[in-house]
């Protein structure tokens, strides 16, 4: 199957007639969507494609991430011919729709080849590899790689390098495998020591004063459920005002307070303009106990990861935090 699905990207590289493409990963880009999406940018270029990956005005990616490209002067000054997504389940969660296309439908038609690592996929397109087993999306980027026989550079190595280790937490979390390991060994040399300090330190060591206001008081004024292992952030239109609370700030709050000890399940609700709630989620699910919070998203229409998914509810904070709890017990009766 792998090999099948890269045989078919080979012969679209191969066709001169194949150009003009846009690369679509999720909003609110992780290190993994920002470092699949460029690697496979960059790949592409390689082959003297004219290629961009697209992000809306509003998903920009955090600047902490300039090292793997220059996001600040992205421009997109042609019209795509061809649509490849990458670490993207669902088109609702796009990193953006380009002008051209004039609804998801539109652009749906249009997208040759998926990427992906997550359980659940529901983009339409006949080429399209899903592999769960895969720690982060750029892990099958780099297999792509390796497969066309495209060397690596220090700025593929750098993108490949931040998805593996920030989708992993440093090779924290339970979705680590051998391969991420192998693949983060193999990458090493190619990038200056220096830099690898330097993405280590922006993902894991280093935030801004503002964020760690936010984070505290995540922590501070938390909500605890079912005896404590459950633990809910809200911020909700006033909190946000007050703190100016950004999406940036307010990424990986969930993840701070599943450090607490006891917590087998954390969740950030975040207002966003249309009235609705984001929820960032976080568990300690270990590839086989624990609370899968990926079935929980999918209650409201999202999904993820079993230990990390997210997903947009309606309702008040309590209303929405009441139906969480009523999932999570099926999980914690166990």
């Known amino acids: 199957m792998i090999k099948h699905f890269f045989e078919k990207v080979r012969s679209c590289l191969d066709d001169v007639t194949y150009d003009n493409i846009y690369i679509l990963t999720h909003g609110n880009p992780d290190g993994d969507a920002v470092g699949s999406s460029f690697a496979l940018a960059h790949l592409f270029r390689s082959f003297g494609k ?25 421009s997109y000054t042609f019209k795509p011919e061809h649509i490849v997504t ?17 609804d998801e439908a539109d652009l749906e038609k249009m997208i040759d080849f998926v990427f992906d690592h997550h359980e659940v996929n529901t983009i339409k397109c006949g080429n399209k590899l899903v592999f769960p087993d895969k720690g ?6 780099y297999d792509l790689y390796k497969f066309l026989k495209v060397p690596f550079d220090e700025r593929s190595a750098a993108a490949i390098y931040t998805a593996v280790m920030t989708d992993t937490g440093a090779f924290r979390y339970s979705n680590t495998t051998p391969s991420a390991h192998l ?13 690898r300090s330097k993405i280590i330190s922006v993902n894991f ?4 004063k503002k964020k760690m206001i936010v984070e505290s008081e995540a922590v501070t004024e938390a909500v605890f459920a079912e005896n404590d292992t459950l633990a809910f952030a809200v911020f909700d239109k006033n909190r946000r005002e007050r703190l100016n609370a950004t999406d940036d700030t307010l990424d990986g709050v969930s993840s701070v307070l599943r450090q607490i000890e006891g917590v087998k399940a954390s969740f950030m609700l975040r207002y966003e ?10 568990s300690n699910y270990d590839g086989v106990t624990g609370i899968d919070v990926s079935a929980i998203c999918e209650v ?11 997903c947009t509810a309606s309702g008040t904070p309590d209303e929405i935090i009441e139906r969480i709890i009523k999932e999570c017990k099926k999980y914690l009766k166990e």
């Open 50 to 74: 004219n290629t961009c990956v697209y992000f809306s005005e509003k998903n920009k990616p955090n600047k902490k991430f300039s090292y793997i490209d220059d996001f600040e002067n992205m």
């Open 86 to 102: 990458t670490d993207l389940t669902d088109l609702n969660r796009a990193s953006g729709i380009p002008e051209c296309f004039l």
């Open 136 to 141: 982060a999306c750029a892990e099958i980027i």
């Open 183 to 195: 693949c983060a060994a193999e990458l090493m040399p190619y990038i200056n020591p220096s830099l």
């Open 205 to 208: 060591e280093t935030k801004p």
């Open 273 to 282: 303009p249309d009235g609705r709630y984001k929820v960032s989620a976080r």
């Open 300 to 310: 409201f229409g999202g999904g993820g990861h079993k230990a990390a998914s997210g």
